[in-house]
């Protein structure tokens, strides 16, 4: 009895990514940026720098069933491979895309806000969460959220001084 061979054969993706910098003007500094995709496992599928015009074009291979990447745009980091984690840490944008072996060149639009990309040009860090405050009710300790409430954050490195 012969047996099938399972494995899936490899297909050449290419993934057309822009980036709208919203509110930017033709004098201002734009930060360098660059686009990423990720296998739904976060590994680094590819990586390329935007291009004059906020775009790039990521290669990389998927199996015949296709899958789901995400697709992140955010600074470019000068780390070897960078993380998800990484990314979002520093502020970038993502989109979730599924990658049908029908449709090898999907494309991925993103718009960013003037708060995002500013911090792109000073290497800001962007923090998400929820700040909590602890209430005692009924002899039971809660921790509820805090609404409209607006945290600074300063990141401080130490100065040695000899």
Same mark, same amino acid.
């Given at each position: 009895m012969a047996q099938k061979d399972d494995k899936k054969t490899p297909r050449a993706v290419r993934l057309n990514v822009s980036a709208n910098l919203l509110e930017t003007k033709g004098a201002e500094q734009l930060p360098k940026s660059a686009a990423y995709a990720f296998s739904s496992g976060g #590994? %680094? %599928? *590819? #990586?390329? *720098? %935007?291009?004059?015009?906020n775009g790039a074009t990521l290669s990389f291979n998927v199996a015949d069933e296709g899958g789901r990447i995400r697709v992140m745009v955010g600074p470019e980091l000068e780390e070897k491979e960078p993380t998800i984690d990484d990314l979002l840490r520093h502020g970038a944008v993502e989109q979730t895309l599924r990658i049908d072996a029908r449709n090898l060149n999907p494309t991925a639009t993103f718009q960013v806000i003037p708060s995002i990309w500013r911090c792109? $040009? $000073?290497?800001?860090?962007?923090? #998400?969460?929820?700040? %909590?405050k602890r209430v005692l009710s009924g002899g039971v300790s809660l921790e509820l959220p805090v609404c409209n409430a607006t945290v600074e954050i300063y990141e401080v490195d130490p100065l040695r001084i000899l």
């Open positions: #590994r %680094l %599928l *590819a #990586r390329q *720098a %935007l291009n004059e015009k792109w $040009l $000073l290497g800001l860090c962007y923090v #998400r969460g929820t700040l %909590l």
